[in-house]
Structures are given as C-alpha cells and as structure tokens.
C-alpha cells in the first residue's frame, strides 16, 4: 500500500476486506440486543471479541447495576477503541448504538439470522445501527493499513460503541462523557449514506397516571371513572397534536413538532369501574422549541382537563428528557469532509439535514463537541423498514459508506 492516493488506497483495502466486514456484521446481528430488557452486555463483548480479532485493543466500560436498576435497563457495557496516528491533531470519536427495539410481529425473515437476499441483510438492527459498528470499525482499520505503509496522519480515532440509544443514551455516550472516559474534538455518530445530519428533534416522555374510584358496574354512579377523566386527556392532546402541525421548523429535513400516545393500561375487569388508567406519550421537539415550555403547557393541558371533575386526581411523571442536537462551530468541517467525499463514491450531491429523530448525538453537542450523523443506510428511515419488520440493508451502501468515512476521517487527521 502507498500513500500516492490515499483515498485510492482506503477504498482499495475497503473493497479487499469486504467478505471480512459483511461476516463481521452478520455476527453483531445474531447477538440478540432488544431494549427493552435491555441485558446488552453479552451484545457488547460479541462486538468487543470480533474488535479484537482485528487487532484493535478494546477497553470495556460497565454501567453499575445501581445506575441500571433505576434506569430500567439489565447490563450495559461500553466498548471504546483508541488508536493513535501521530502528535497533534484532533481526537475525532466515531459513535454508533448496538442496542435495538425488540423486534415485534410479521417478519418474513428470522429477525437474528442475518439473512442475505438479494444484495441485502435482513435482521434486527441492521440498519440501525450495527451496520455503523461495522463500517466505523472497518473505515479505522483502513486508516491503520494506511498508516502502516507510511502515511503520516496526526490525532487519535475512537470507536464509541454503545448500548442503551432506544432508552436515551444516558448510560451509553452521556456515562462517557460524564465519567471524563473520553474527550473528543469532534465526533460522529450513526445515521445513513445519501444526507448529512447536523440537527436532530428532541424529546419528551411523560407518564399520566389518573387516579378514579371503583365502583360496581351495576352501579357507576358509586365510582369515579378513570377512563372517562382519561378520555377529556386524550381529546386535549390529541386536539394540541393536531395543531401542532402548523408549527413549522426552519430546519431543513425537520417539519413540526408531534406527539403521540404510545401505550397504555388500566382498569380492574369487565364489570367494574376503572380506579386507574396509567399512559405513556411522546412528544417531539424541534431545534427551536423549548424544552421547560414544552413540558409546562402540557402538565397544564392535563390537568386543566381534569381539573371540573370530582373526585379524580392526576400524576404526571417526567420519563426522559432528550434535547436538541443544534449545529456547533466546527460542525461545518466535518459536513465539508463527508459530503465532498460523499459525492465522489456515490456520484451525487449530499445534504446537510435536520432529522425529526433524537438521538445519542445530542449529548456530545450538550459538552461543546460538534458533531454530526453519517453512516450506513437508505435516503430514509422507511426504506430500511428500520424498528419495524424485515429491517434490512443494502450492502452496497455499506461498502460505499465505509470507504466515505475512512476518507473524510482521512483528511481530518491530515
């Protein structure tokens, strides 16, 4: 290997270890990881033994079980990988989530098997964003080949891999950070192939809980119901989500802020008046929302809307809170990297978008590190039936995706 064309070179060696990276992948993908339960730590050392392999030195970095216990989560352990290149120069994190979301009803493919049809992997988490270890891992290998036939690069690569993205990050990047286990310059996180993501939504959950009284079916009149009191909620809600529609963001690639209710239970049998009627919402909040607002005009929508009705109580309880990603100077060096390259491997122009997502990148730009999203993966969320049945990838956006990070990453260090 030369360093004549070093972006000759990356791309070579990619396309040389591409059988290497696809198995690399397919081994990630039969680790179930499903958040919720979230017991990821056998994930994370599959992961942390195939790193190995490649020679990397892995350090390993549990979540204590008192943190997990009140987070909700089983076994968390972060996998982050250094390799120095030479003095000076940036320390450039690259951050991907092995955890995913369980994988629900009506896959036509075994949703671990990592079945490959058609130039695609079918499998859980594939898309989102296991395909990122392995193109992150693989794109740092490329450099270090590279390096060995005497390039000379300045900085430090990290490979942050993580395992709690689906329940906030909080035990993921934001245990990092906090614990000072790292201190990047800039950073990059999991997304797809065909834009460059420089802001994201945020988001807030709550838990409703509204308190009636039981009371005979045969009698209703002895009994404060729970589900009437929770319809009023409801129809305020779902009334406030409506309007939100109109509420547009300047950001381009995110359109307004929504809300939803995603779950819900409650009630004693049949034939009895509900006492309790518990459920969770999501709200989504875009770049320009505030967050303290946000969260106070709904805690007054719901309990405004209980507020006439005898006998009824209501609870409310903050569940996560997750900001906005927001660009940051610096932000735009890693945007001209990716997307000059970007546009060489795949023939095309690519944007830098907002995304109505959150994710673990927030919590790099809340400690001043810019940062963007660029990975393996579709133009879009859908394609890669991402969190929904038959989640897939196109491999070819794997190799493609590879070789643009191992380039841009390239130059940062040059």
Same mark, same amino acid.
């Given at each position: 290997?030369t360093?004549?064309n070093?972006?000759?070179?990356?791309e070579?060696?990619i396309?040389a270890?591409?059988t290497?990276?696809?198995?690399f992948?397919r081994?990630?993908v039969?680790?179930p990881s499903?958040?919720?339960?979230?017991d990821?730590?056998?994930?994370?050392e599959?992961?942390?033994?195939?790193?190995?392999?490649?020679?990397?030195a892995v350090e390993r970095?549990?979540v204590?079980?008192?943190f997990?216990?009140d987070?909700?989560?089983?076994s968390v352990?972060?996998l982050?990988?250094r390799?120095?290149f030479?003095d000076?120069g940036p320390?450039?994190?690259l951050?991907?989530?092995g955890?995913v979301v369980p994988?629900?009803e009506?896959w036509? !493919?075994p949703p671990y098997?990592a079945?490959i049809e058609? /130039?695609r *992997?079918? $499998?859980r988490?594939?898309?989102v964003?296991k395909s #990122?270890i392995?193109?992150y891992?693989?794109?740092?290998a490329?450099l270090?080949?590279?390096?060995a036939?005497g390039?000379?690069?300045r900085?430090?690569?990290?490979l942050h891999?993580t395992?709690?993205?689906?329940?906030g990050?909080?035990?993921g990047?934001?245990?990092l950070?906090?614990h000072?286990l790292?201190k990047?310059d800039?950073?990059?996180?999991a997304?797809f192939?065909?834009?460059?993501?420089t802001?994201?939504n945020g988001?807030?959950q709550?838990?409703?809980?509204?308190h009636g009284?039981?009371?005979h079916?045969a009698?209703?009149?002895?009994?404060?119901?729970?589900?009437?009191?929770?319809?009023?909620?409801l129809?305020a809600l779902?009334t406030?989500?409506d309007?939100l529609?109109?509420?547009?963001?300047?950001? !381009?690639?995110?359109?307004?802020p929504?809300?939803?209710v /995603?779950? *819900?239970? $409650?009630?004693?049998?049949?034939?009895v008046?509900? #006492?309790?009627?518990?459920?969770?919402?999501?709200?989504r909040?875009t770049?320009?929302?505030?967050?303290?607002v946000?969260?106070?005009?709904?805690?007054?929508l719901?309990?405004?809307?209980v507020a006439s009705?005898?006998?009824?109580?209501v609870?409310i309880r903050?569940l996560?809170?997750?900001n906005a990603?927001?660009?940051?100077?610096?932000?735009?060096?890693?945007?001209?990297?990716?997307?000059?390259?970007?546009?060489r491997v795949?023939?095309?122009e690519?944007a830098?978008?907002g995304t109505?997502l959150?994710a673990?990148a927030?919590l790099?730009?809340e400690r001043?590190?810019?940062?963007?999203m660029y990975?393996?993966g579709?133009?879009?969320?859908?394609?890669?039936n991402a969190k929904?049945?038959?989640?897939n990838l196109?491999?070819?956006?794997?190799?493609?995706?590879?070789q643009?990070?191992a380039c841009?990453v390239?130059?940062?260090l040059?």
């Open positions: 290997m360093s004549v070093p972006y000759e070179e990356l070579r060696w396309d270890h591409r290497g990276q696809i198995d992948l081994e990630l039969r680790v499903d958040t919720p339960p979230g990821n730590a056998p994930a994370a599959k992961a942390a033994t195939l790193i190995t392999r490649l020679g990397f970095h549990p204590p079980q008192a997990l216990r987070y909700g989560m089983q352990t972060n982050i990988v390799h120095r030479g000076g320390t450039v994190a951050n991907a989530h955890d994988p629900g009506g036509t !493919k098997e079945v058609n /130039g *992997m079918y $499998g988490g594939v898309a964003s #990122d392995a193109s891992t693989y794109a740092l490329a270090r080949a590279l390096q036939a390039a000379q690069l900085g430090t690569v990290e891999f395992y709690d993205e689906e329940f990050g909080f035990a990047p934001g245990f950070l906090s000072k790292t990047p800039l950073a990059l996180a997304s192939s065909y834009s460059v993501v802001a994201h988001c807030l709550l838990e409703v809980t509204i009284k039981s009371g079916g009698m209703p009149e002895t009994g404060r119901d729970a589900f009437r009191a929770g319809n009023a909620v129809n779902y406030e989500a309007a529609k109109a509420k547009k963001s300047e950001v !381009k690639g995110i359109d307004h929504t809300m939803i /995603g779950l *819900m239970h $409650g009630g004693i049998n049949t034939n008046v509900p #006492d309790r009627l518990t459920f969770r919402m999501d709200r909040m770049p320009e929302e505030d967050p303290a946000v969260e106070s005009r709904l805690r007054s719901i309990e405004g809307a009705r005898d006998g009824i109580r609870e903050r996560l809170l997750a990603l927001k660009p940051l100077p610096g932000h735009e060096k890693l945007v001209g990297v990716i997307q000059r390259h970007a546009k795949f023939g095309e690519i830098a978008v109505p959150y673990d927030r790099y730009g001043g590190i810019p940062i963007v990975g393996a579709p133009r879009t969320i859908a394609e890669s929904r049945p038959d989640e196109l491999l070819e956006d794997l190799r493609r995706a590879t643009v990070v841009a390239h130059d940062l040059r």
